[in-house]
């Protein structure tokens, strides 16, 4: 049965690169920190709202489990914030739009119906594709063991992407459970998923225009290219564009179900021993 964990993280040293020293590869992260607590709370008010009209037993004891574990994972992503600010990054702007995109945009349109809730929870399930492999990718991400990154933040995203990847089937479920046609699975992801790619590039942009140590630079080599992000994963230290775009295309097989993305039982392997899952119970 799933279930929300407590955990505890203390950021009071956390440097303001703390991916092998590098401002890049450290912002391509930061993004997670900035973007997806308010997504996630976006993930836990759908499902709430979802949940009475689920009568299995089952996938409802799960939907709860579900939205404990993303609450948790918004809290402790909100956290790190505290430290990008004292580090003289101001969050708030990017915040802001996060705030609107997945508060307004994306959230409940009085008089729209049950075909709005089941959109916005097929485009959950199309995130939770991307999360579970973002999951199963750091989990397995040997590079980072190999090069300087702070121990406390590896330990906050392996236990994050091994809760994504032990509840990775629950939004596709209950998407199924409402409509089980698959136009709606591939055109919800057909939307979100480039959307979501976009902020994320925007984000770096603007962690990395934010970054007091880069602001002798001039404004153009602050400005992370493509290239500068290929060579970042060529090292291994965050997804490639090709292994973002074969998971994709995994997503719009005819027999995808989550259960092909990643392990659970190496999941919950790793969340047995995440020092921060530890801290907390001590």
């Known amino acids: 049965m799933l279930q929300a964990r407590n955990v505890s993280f203390d950021w009071s040293s956390l440097p303001l690169h703390y991916v092998d020293d590098d401002p890049l590869a450290t912002h391509l992260v930061n993004v997670m920190h900035l973007l997806l607590p308010e997504g996630e709370e976006w993930f836990v008010r759908t499902f709430k709202e979802a949940l009475p009209l689920i009568h299995d037993d089952r996938l409802r004891d799960d939907v709860i489990g579900f939205i404990g574990q993303e609450a948790m994972h918004a809290t402790a992503h909100t956290q790190v914030l505290d430290s990008l600010t004292a580090h003289g990054i101001d969050v708030k702007p990017y915040v802001e739009q996060m705030q609107f ?34 999951g199963d990718w750091v989990l397995n991400a040997r590079a980072l063991d190999t090069v300087e ?67 002798g630079l001039p404004e153009k080599s602050r400005g992370p290219s493509f290239k500068d992000y290929r060579k970042v994963a060529s090292r291994g230290l965050f997804p490639g564009p090709m292994m973002i775009w074969k998971a994709s295309l995994r997503y719009f097989k005819s027999g995808y179900h989550p259960a092909q993305e990643g392990s659970t039982e190496q999941a919950v392997q790793y969340l047995a021993f995440s020092p921060a899952a530890r801290a907390a119970e001590r």
């Open 101 to 134: 995109l997945f508060g307004r945009a994306l959230g409940n349109r009085p008089g729209h119906g049950r075909n709005s809730l089941v959109e916005r929870v097929a485009l959950i399930a199309a995130v939770e594709h991307l999360t579970a492999f973002l």
């Open 149 to 215: 990154v702070d121990p406390t933040m590896l330990d906050l995203l392996r236990w994050h992407g091994a809760e994504e990847v032990e509840h990775r089937a629950v939004a596709f479920e209950v998407m199924r459970y409402f409509d089980v046609r698959p136009a709606r699975r591939i055109r919800t992801y057909i939307a979100i998923a480039p959307t979501l790619v976009w902020f994320w590039a925007r984000g770096v942009r603007f962690l990395m225009s934010q970054d007091p140590t880069l602001q």
